[in-house]
């Protein structure tokens, strides 16, 4: 894959980046009434913004771990059958390692990279680290052909505990889809992350991005062949955690579509237009996230449309200009819900994680109509690319801390942040300053109490305000002040994209 810089794609692109800064401080009376923009350092963010997979690693920990209050965890896991599971990420502020939003983060952290990552400068190779964390434990989940190990952790058992993942003593339970347990969306959504992956790597490492694309390969015809939801086969041990509510329909058109990407095969291409429709192609849902993947297939495949002239994807040019549109205030088709303050409302819990990942979508779709010199036409109102970023930057802008609170929603960066993120590892004592094991019921006085956490999980996303712009910083609230590896993931993205804007 050609490097961004040195293509005739890159240098356009690039030099639109430049052009449309200027337009862009022009039109920054955002959404929501409030005044101008503070300043913000979007490099200093985005390089925080990937430090925080350090504090959210599993196994054991490198020598030039940055993160330096964690330590290592959780190294027998999958032992009791006889497999390696060690590694990959804790989800959220538990000690459970959950399939589906460790495929999907991973998915978006690669995506973030084949987009923007000409704009990370050093960043680059860290967030290739955080990739390749994921990406090494997802393939050993995938090593065993027919089963896909989707799950490290009783998550009700976790749930009574309150400690640090290197005392954790609750049940390290191992759940597997196979064909007689099927699990399409989990499967497909593995398969996503790992053909991302392997585009990520084709340049870097041509031996490991093959196996990336094979082992997809393979896992996607085991989702498609087996069909059903893993949250019908797993039930409580995954639900109401990650059940799967949008069904696993999004996932094999997601999957399809990354392997379309990754390989070129014409088959992807085929299976796409035999089964788009059937597969929910054309829905009316204008939210993306670790559950629902719609929105992202319709933007991915717009590309093709786009930039390389596919007639055959045509169809998903329409399908990701109505997002859009469902998403701009003032158009006649708009569904989205804004604060007072401006930020997109989607859920009452961990709203940031539909922030993030839309904020990425419109950065992304707002590249493809500027490299093709298109629009997108809301009936009688247009949307060009810039108003499509300024928005997008809005919802940025509103995370770093622009917003009526003055809060900075990331932790460690601005001069005011959540200080009580409910989070095991950052709530309670570090490993090194507290050698002495904190048992399971212990750990409860960190969790209730009101001095701030000892350890901080610099970069990390918490899930935001209310649809009123509020936000009290109380550790058990978790809805609110618990970070996600998926609030992060798409951030990097749109992160990186502004970093270059702005300098």
């Known amino acids: 894959m050609a490097s961004l810089r040195t293509s005739v794609f890159g240098l356009l692109w690039m030099a639109m980046v430049r052009v449309e800064a200027a337009h862009l401080n022009n039109m920054y009376a955002y959404y929501g009434g409030r005044g101008a923009s503070v300043s913000h350092n979007y490099r200093d963010a985005l390089s925080k913004s990937i430090l925080f997979y350090e504090g959210q690693r599993s196994g054991k920990l490198p020598t030039n771990q940055r993160m330096r209050w964690r330590g290592n965890s959780a190294l027998s896991d999958g032992a009791a ?7 990959g990420y804790y989800d959220a502020g538990d000690n459970v390692k959950f399939g589906l939003p460790m495929a999907f983060t991973t998915t978006m952290l690669s995506w973030s990279v084949l987009e923007f990552g000409e704009f990370m400068g050093d960043e680059l190779d860290h967030a290739k680290t955080a990739i390749r964390w994921a990406t090494d434990y997802l393939l050993k989940a995938a090593a065993h052909p027919g089963v896909l190990y989707v799950q490290v952790g009783d998550p009700n058992m976790d749930h009574k505990c309150w400690e640090r993942p290197e005392d954790m003593d609750t049940p390290r339970n191992v759940y597997k889809i196979d064909a007689e347990h099927p699990g399409s969306d989990i499967a497909a959504e593995t398969a996503a992350a790992l053909a991302a992956a392997s585009i990520v790597f084709s340049t870097t490492d041509h031996t ?45 058109l997601w999957g399809a579509a990354w392997l379309r990407k990754a390989s070129r095969s014409v088959s992807y291409l085929t299976y796409i237009q035999s089964n788009g429709q059937n597969l929910g192609a054309g829905g009316n849902v204008n939210i993306f996230s670790w559950d629902e993947k719609h929105a992202g297939t319709r933007v991915l495949l717009a590309k093709e449309a786009l930039i390389e002239n596919s007639k055959s994807l045509d169809e998903y040019k329409g399908h990701a200009d109505n997002f859009i549109c469902s998403l701009l205030p003032g158009t006649p088709s708009s569904q989205a819900q804004y604060t007072p303050g401006g930020l997109l409302f989607q859920m009452s819990d961990s709203n940031l994680q539909y922030v993030t990942s839309t904020t990425f979508l419109l950065f992304t ?79 409860f006085q960190s969790l209730y109490s009101n001095a701030p956490n000892p350890n901080r999980l610099v970069g990390a996303v918490v899930g935001g305000p209310d649809d009123r712009d509020r936000f009290y910083d109380e550790r058990n609230d978790y809805a609110h002040s618990e970070p996600t590896t998926y609030i992060n993931a798409p951030l990097v993205g749109s992160l990186a994209y502004l970093a270059q804007y702005s300098s």
């Open 81 to 87: 059958l006889h497999v390696d599971l060690t590694g």
């Open 208 to 252: 490991y991005s093959q196996l990336l694309l094979q082992t997809a390969m393979r896992v996607f015809d085991f989702a498609d062949k087996h069909r059903g939801a893993y949250s019908d086969s797993l039930q409580s041990e995954v639900c109401p955690f990650y059940c799967s509510y949008s069904g696993y329909h999004d996932e094999l």
């Open 365 to 443: 779709y707002a590249k493809y109509l500027s490299v093709s010199n298109q629009v997108v036409r809301c009936r009688d109102i247009i949307a060009t690319p810039t108003r499509i970023r300024t928005l997008a930057k809005r919802q940025v802008d509103y995370i770093l801390g622009d917003n009526p609170l003055g809060m900075s929603y990331m932790v460690g960066y601005g001069a005011k942040f959540p200080e009580h993120i409910h989070h095991r590892g950052s709530s309670l004592p570090s490993i090194y300053s507290h050698p002495q094991k904190i048992a399971c019921n212990d750990g």
